[in-house]
């Protein structure tokens, strides 16, 4: 498996990365905490070495007890810390399912402090606005994280949901290594950004890239979930959004019969091929998913497959959670 490189540092990692907030948070209830922390440890014997949480993954088990992402993921690598790149995030709040940014030189500083006690380390290697704050500009928050760099808190920033704009004027101030855009194929919108991080020379690391678990076949217009699940509300797993993305999960499946991959490996594969500076992030509370995501960096998908897929994309309407 060939690995990747976090622009702007020294930082390499396996091409796909682990998304941790489904074990805290979003997806329904919370696993335990000892399942949460064997379930890392065995995510990076199995060989996973890049870790994705944030400070407002938090959620609560089924028996009551909170569950705070960033301690579990800092618990759980603790005796691994040399060997893997973990990335956290500042600048939002959460009221109900809203997120409400906050991203003024206090509210990181309080940020970076938290973050660091809870994941138990003096140096993050990788830290995001969460969310862009329309209330702070891009230029004060970049020289922020330019202080953290210099204060030796932290070893790069990025930025999730950027815009180009946001993006450029972010990176005159202090270099940006990565972006963190939502990125499917039901969620390309962010297509437009490619470009530019090859010109600035920056990594584009996806998140929800199975759209929230829809891509993995494993769901139908039957499948229920807890109240507490995000999935409830998203578009995609309505009647009508597995109706729209017939065509491509037939497509799907027909291409992972031939490479012998699961529909999640397949979906996974179709956007590392497609960028060597992409690396996709699932999530999964499940072991046996977890090590088959990973196995996605060694499936081949040609660039004509790769045209085949688009070109379908590019005829089919499948309402998604976070479309434009």
């Not at 938090?58 to 909170?66: E, L, P, R």
């Not at 179709?270 to 990973?294: A, R, V």
Request: aromatic content about 8%; glycine content about 6%; hydrophobic content about 35%.
């Amino acid at each position: 498996m060939i690995k990747r490189k976090i622009a702007k540092t020294d930082l390499s990692v396996n091409p796909v990365g682990l998304g941790c907030m489904g074990l805290s948070h979003a997806y329904g209830s919370a696993v335990s905490k000892d399942y949460a922390i064997e379930f890392l440890k065995d995510s990076f014997t199995e060989g996973y070495n890049f870790f994705d949480t944030a400070e407002v993954y938090i959620g609560q088990t089924k028996s009551g007890d909170i569950s705070n992402n960033e301690e579990l993921v800092g618990e759980a690598l603790k005796s691994y810390r040399k060997d893997v790149v973990i990335a956290s995030k500042f600048g939002i709040n959460i009221d109900g399912t809203a997120l409400v940014p906050d991203s003024s030189p206090e509210a990181i500083q309080k940020s970076i402090e938290g973050t660091l006690e809870r994941l138990d380390i003096d140096c993050l290697d990788l830290y995001y606005q969460h969310r862009i704050d329309p209330n702070v500009e891009p230029e004060v928050v970049a020289g922020e994280m330019q202080k953290l760099i210099d204060d030796g808190l932290i070893n790069a920033w990025g930025i999730s949901e950027t815009t180009e704009d946001y993006l450029r004027r972010a990176n005159e101030i202090c270099p940006v290594s990565v972006i963190q855009n939502r990125y499917s194929m039901l969620a390309r919108w962010h297509e437009n950004l490619f470009p530019v991080c090859e010109e600035l020379d920056v990594t584009f690391v996806a998140f929800s890239p199975m759209a929230n678990g829809f891509l993995t076949g494993l769901y139908n217009p039957n499948s229920t979930f807890e109240d507490i699940d995000y999935r409830n509300d998203m578009p995609q797993y309505s009647e009508e959004g597995f109706k729209s993305a017939k065509k491509l999960m037939e497509l799907l499946t027909s291409i992972a019969y031939d490479k012998n991959a699961t529909l999640a490996q397949i979906s996974l594969a179709w956007m590392i091929n497609k960028k060597d500076y992409i690396i996709p992030i699932p999530g999964t509370t499940s072991t046996d998913n977890m090590k088959s995501n990973l196995k996605a960096g060694d499936v081949k998908l040609s660039a004509s497959t790769i045209d085949e897929i688009d070109d379908l994309l590019e005829e089919i309407d499948v309402p998604v959670f976070g479309g434009h």
